[in-house]
């Protein structure tokens, strides 16, 4: 019997047994059956955490493209695989089947090795959320390049960091890109970016806004007219399972990014089956990932796990509020999807917005809301569930990283009970543990403590690219013999886990562990506030104190300031306790945000600790303007 889709709750915890009994049986059996390999492996699993080492189905040769594209060819050649959404909703969308896709890869693959790009070449990818961006990352997978795509939101400095840390020596980017109403010089950015990178030989345009680019003769080249001449024919190259597929840079709590390198195979099997169980995929839906492809979610969930399990997946070009807030429900309606997952701030953001813009569209083909990128609250958790799942498709809280590949801990839809903030039990393989401040391990419920994971799975990221030691010290020596995810979490009675926050998000008050997002969820209950950020300060009876910045939804008339800041210490008293309560409490227009919509609470801190002085690279934030702002109206 196969165990790649779980159809109920029983069969969910006799596989879960299974596969944390028997893991290398439990995963060869889903790679044998699943996907095509040319060599099969000599061996499932091999691991050290200690060094750390993790290998998955060593010796096995296989190519990612070939099991997301050219094995579907037969029976879904003409389906659609990917559907793109552009920013305007004037211009049409498209659907690219698999058998385009096939093609438009393939020439790709053709431009890449005629640029004289090679086997473990690395390849910079700097493209808004146009198909050329998808098509440039399977190219690169065909021939066994590693892509290293970054967000194209971030500044030059950013990226010219990230091109020379992976030496990268080509640049795939665009004329520019849109963002709403406006549009975004990409290759102006890009010509700043290569100033200090000396590695990059050539750079290939492509065309989107149409504007007019300055071309350095011998390095830039536009790519339309060399995928016109190119072949239509492109063998996929032999990969090792081991091989690195992709660098991926997440922010470091300190330092530089790390560029997280991600392998073939195990990458492979473990993001297609999580796709398959988490969404409940079934053939016909139409699955959107409001995702950039800039991260990891739309590697693993726009591109890879969709298209290795033959899906319709939905790139969108565009923001949620251009023209207006109904932008994502319009798109529902429009495309009648099925599945539909975006990140806690997106739907606060469009909580805020009029009932309106959700009730005048049709979201009756929606089956599964997910969730991504930071604990849901829970006023917005309900808010998702009754306006636009209409308390009929379930809402899965996923919890995972950019280091794990794929989701760890989730709900599976109508065969979990939810409990909302709950991301609930972990998937098949996946064990995870709670440690205390002593290294030892929790075994009771109801408790909190360190989130860790004891046992690999498949798509682990297996290093830093160049940096092994620093891989090493960041998951691996904080709690010996187990992988840190540097997040809190609490168990509760029936086992199910609630992601806390940042485990540097913990404060403790007098004594007390504090997490900030609880704190945050009571604030966010208050009418007024449309969202929070906490973090700890000195404090000299306490030891910390909490310092919260609070953005409210519109200054309520005859109200004080001073009047809402006692009604949020109560609401917190309420919910959490007066140890909780809030020191000082500032109210600001916006929070430091990155790209991705995380709150940079580093930079909070310490304009909270009064440490202005080094802030570090603000210029990645998605509004940099703001910090000033909140350092100006510090109190």
């Keep these: 019997m196969s165990n790649y889709h779980i159809k109920h709750l029983e069969e969910y915890y006799k596989i879960y047994r299974k596969s944390v009994t028997e893991p290398e049986v439990f995963w060869e059996k889903i790679a044998e059956e699943h996907f095509t390999w040319y060599k099969k492996w000599d061996n499932v699993l091999e691991w050290d955490f200690k060094k750390p080492e993790i290998k998955w189905y060593q010796g096995a040769k296989l190519n990612i493209t070939e099991n997301c594209i050219d094995r579907h060819l037969l029976t879904k050649g003409s389906k659609t695989a990917i559907l793109f959404e552009p920013n305007n909703p004037q211009e049409q969308a498209q659907h690219i089947t698999y058998n385009q896709l096939h093609e438009r890869v393939n020439r790709f693959a053709n431009v890449l090795k005629n640029e004289g790009v090679k086997k473990g070449d690395r390849v910079c990818i700097y493209l808004p959320m146009i198909p050329d961006l998808a098509v440039s990352v399977l190219a690169c997978a065909r021939i066994g390049a590693i892509h290293s795509v970054i967000f194209a939101g971030f500044s030059a400095t950013a990226l010219s960091t990230r091109i020379n840390d992976s030496d990268c020596k080509i640049v795939i980017t665009s004329d520019g890109s849109y963002r709403g109403n406006k549009t975004i010089d990409l290759k102006e950015i890009v010509d700043e970016a290569l100033n200090d990178c000396t590695g990059v030989n050539s750079v290939l345009v492509a065309k989107r806004i149409n504007s007019e680019v300055t071309m350095k003769e011998g390095r830039d080249k536009w790519l339309q007219p060399l995928l016109n001449n190119a072949s239509t024919e492109c063998e996929p190259e032999a990969m090792d399972a081991e091989d690195p597929l992709f660098i991926l840079y997440t922010s470091g709590s300190t330092g530089k990014p790390k560029g997280m390198v991600h392998t073939t195979a195990g990458y492979m099997v473990y993001?297609?089956?999580?796709?398959?169980?988490?969404?409940?995929?079934?053939?016909?839906?139409?699955?959107?990932?409001?995702?950039?492809?800039?991260?990891?979610?739309?590697?693993?969930?726009?591109?890879?796990?969709?298209?290795?399990?033959?899906?319709?997946?939905?790139?969108?070009?565009?923001?949620?509020?251009?023209?207006?807030?109904?932008?994502?429900?319009?798109?529902?309606?429009?495309?009648?999807?099925?599945?539909?997952?975006?990140?806690?701030?997106?739907?606060?953001?469009?909580?805020?917005?009029?009932?309106?813009?959700?009730?005048?569209?049709?979201?009756?083909?929606?089956?599964?809301?997910?969730?991504?990128?930071?604990?849901?609250?829970?006023?917005?958790?309900?808010?998702?569930?009754?306006?636009?799942?209409?308390?009929?498709?379930?809402?899965?809280?996923?919890?995972?990283?950019?280091?794990?590949?794929?989701?760890?801990?989730?709900?599976?839809?109508?065969?979990?009970?939810?409990?909302?903030?709950?991301?609930?039990?972990?998937?098949?393989?996946?064990?995870?543990?709670?440690?205390?401040?002593?290294?030892?391990?929790?075994?009771?419920?109801?408790?909190?403590?360190?989130?860790?994971?004891?046992?690999?799975?498949?798509?682990?990221?297996?290093?830093?690219?160049?940096?092994?030691?620093?891989?090493?010290?960041?998951?691996?020596?904080?709690?010996?013999?187990?992988?840190?995810?540097?997040?809190?979490?609490?168990?509760?009675?029936?086992?199910?886990?609630?992601?806390?926050?940042?485990?540097?998000?913990?404060?403790?008050?007098?004594?007390?562990?504090?997490?900030?997002?609880?704190?945050?969820?009571?604030?966010?209950?208050?009418?007024?506030?449309?969202?929070?950020?906490?973090?700890?300060?000195?404090?000299?009876?306490?030891?910390?104190?909490?310092?919260?910045?609070?953005?409210?939804?519109?200054?309520?008339?005859?109200?004080?300031?001073?009047?809402?800041?006692?009604?949020?210490?109560?609401?917190?008293?309420?919910?959490?306790?007066?140890i909780a309560k809030l020191n000082k409490i500032q109210f600001t227009p916006g929070l430091p945000k990155t790209r991705s919509g995380k709150i940079m609470r580093r930079i909070l801190r310490k304009i909270a600790c009064n440490e202005t002085d080094n802030l570090g690279d603000t210029s990645t934030l998605l509004n940099p303007e703001i910090v000033q702002e909140i350092i100006d109206n510090a109190l």
């Design 271 to 578: 993001t297609a089956y999580t796709f398959k169980n988490v969404f409940n995929y079934k053939d016909d839906d139409i699955y959107w990932c409001t995702a950039d492809i800039g991260w990891i979610t739309g590697h693993s969930y726009i591109v890879y796990g969709p298209l290795a399990n033959g899906a319709t997946t939905v790139m969108f070009e565009g923001v949620p509020s251009y023209p207006d807030y109904g932008r994502f429900w319009e798109i529902v309606e429009k495309h009648k999807i099925t599945q539909f997952y975006t990140a806690p701030t997106a739907i606060r953001a469009l909580a805020k917005e009029h009932l309106d813009y959700t009730t005048k569209h049709d979201l009756s083909s929606l089956k599964v809301l997910g969730s991504v990128g930071e604990p849901i609250n829970e006023e917005a958790w309900h808010w998702y569930n009754e306006h636009i799942g209409k308390k009929k498709s379930p809402i899965v809280d996923t919890w995972w990283q950019t280091e794990t590949g794929g989701i760890l801990i989730s709900p599976l839809p109508n065969i979990t009970p939810t409990i909302p903030t709950y991301a609930s039990l972990p998937l098949p393989g996946i064990q995870p543990c709670l440690m205390d401040e002593k290294g030892k391990e929790i075994i009771e419920n109801q408790i909190d403590g360190c989130l860790c994971i004891k046992y690999p799975w498949p798509s682990i990221a297996r290093t830093i690219w160049g940096n092994h030691q620093r891989y090493k010290e960041t998951y691996f020596s904080a709690y010996e013999g187990k992988y840190f995810t540097g997040d809190g979490a609490l168990r509760n009675t029936v086992g199910y886990y609630r992601i806390t926050g940042r485990v540097d998000d913990v404060i403790i008050v007098s004594g007390h562990n504090l997490g900030t997002a609880p704190i945050e969820d009571a604030i966010n209950e208050h009418p007024a506030v449309a969202e929070s950020a906490i973090v700890g300060f000195p404090h000299e009876v306490k030891g910390n104190a909490l310092y919260g910045y609070v953005i409210l939804k519109e200054t309520e008339e005859g109200k004080s300031n001073d009047n809402l800041r006692e009604e949020i210490n109560q609401m917190i008293t309420e919910h959490i306790g007066p």
